[in-house]
Each structure stands twice: as C-alpha cells, then as structure tokens.
C-alpha cells in the first residue's frame, strides 16, 4: 500500500471549512485513497473516498490533484462534531482490501 | 441488525486467561476485519475474513490469537493465555465484498483489559 503523510494535529473554527491534507506520492494507478474518521471512544467512520476525480457527499469533498500525489479532504462546515482524528489511507484490490491504518490527524474544532 | 456488532462491550480479565470477542457484521456483508487499538495509538490489522476463509492472516501477533468465520456471518477472536500487553480496544468491521470500491463498516469495539 502507498504510504501517506498528514499533519498530526490542525485546528479549525466551527462553521468554517476545515481542509485536511495528505501526501501519497507513491501511490499506484490502481490505488485509491479513502478517507475514515474516529471520534473519541468510537469505531472510524467511513467519510469518503476516490481514485481519480474529486468526489463530493453529504459529509465532505475530496480533491484529488491531477498527479495524484495528494489529496485534500474539504469538510465545508465544520462543526464541534467534527472533531476527531482523520485517518487518509491509498492502497488496491492487490493488498485483500484491508485497510492500513496511519498516526491521521486529529482535528479540533473550536467554538 | 443495522450496524456492525460486537460483544462484550468491555471485558475485564486476569492474565493467563482464555477471551473470546464476537462480531457480528452486517447480514450479506463478505468481507469482514479485525483491529486492535491500543490507548493512545493507532488501529493495528489484525486479519480479514473473506467468507469463511482467512487469506491474510499476517497482522496476527501471535499463535496466542486465533479467529474463526462461520456460515459467513459471525467471527470469534480468541486471545489463549491473555498478557497485559493484549489489553486494548479490539475492533471489527464489514464490508459488501472485499476490496477498495466499498466501504467498511466499524462496531464500536471491544474494550479488554487484562490485569
């Protein structure tokens, strides 16, 4: 699996967007990148996720750069719900589907 | 059920003792994971289930952890001879099919404590 890197901690103001970063210059053609979140004493949650083009939810966006050597995920509004850790993971079909988790960033959204 | 489920919520055990974890996932789901999560840490692979079958085994930390599959449904994690070090939130999750097209689908965990 491609190796990400995201910042360890942001801040971000409620209402506001919060836009997280990951790095995954090693990724694959075949790897996609999905995006999970874990709020405080909680199994992760699925958020998102993407191969090529940007996708957009009822949760958030993803943008992809047209490399595909990273990627941002865009939560429009963030509220004080959103805070939690946000775990960006890039791997294929060829790795069984499992997904390998990294330190993520956690996010604090502040009133 | 519409989640995934796992029980018991929290286990306290005295080391050297036998634990079972049970998951059930979500009915029709295939692929099944399982997790460990120590305080403060990460969430570490354990092993999935694709099926009944377990193609990936890797994550296991040792032959004192073992996990079955049955009727693809539900899957037992069981740790022989617990030790301190086993304590942490053990998680599981489920997918439609296995693989990086669908998402997965977390329980709330299984919090051990080995004293």
């Known amino acids: 699996d491609a190796k990400t890197t995201q910042p360890p901690s942001m801040d971000c103001a409620e209402g506001r967007a919060a836009n997280l970063p990951c790095n995954h210059s090693t990724i694959s053609g075949n790897e996609y990148v999905y995006w999970y979140r874990q709020i405080h004493s909680q199994g992760p949650q699925y958020i998102i996720h993407g191969l090529k083009n940007n996708e957009t939810n009822e949760m958030a966006s993803l943008i992809i750069t047209e490399d595909r050597k990273s990627s941002t995920l865009i939560l429009p509004h963030a509220t004080l719900r959103d805070t939690a850790v946000y775990y960006c993971?890039?791997?294929?079909?060829?790795?069984?589907?499992?997904?390998?988790f990294g330190q993520g960033t956690e996010l604090s959204v502040k009133p | 059920g519409a989640g995934v489920s796992q029980s018991p919520s929290n286990k306290v055990t005295e080391k050297g003792k036998d634990v079972e974890l049970r998951c059930d996932p979500i009915s029709g789901h295939t692929a099944l994971y399982w997790y460990r999560q120590r305080l403060g840490q990460g969430l570490e692979f354990l092993i999935y289930f694709q099926g009944n079958s377990a193609p990936d085994k890797s994550g296991l930390p040792s032959d004192r952890f073992s996990a079955e599959r049955t009727g693809e449904s539900v899957s037992t994690l069981t740790i022989q001879r617990t030790q301190q070090e086993d304590s942490a939130v053990y998680l599981c999750a489920s997918s439609l099919v296995q693989g990086w097209s669908t998402e997965a689908f977390f329980g709330q965990g299984t919090r051990l404590t080995v004293v």
């Open positions: 993971i890039a791997g294929s079909n060829n790795q069984g589907g499992k997904l390998i």
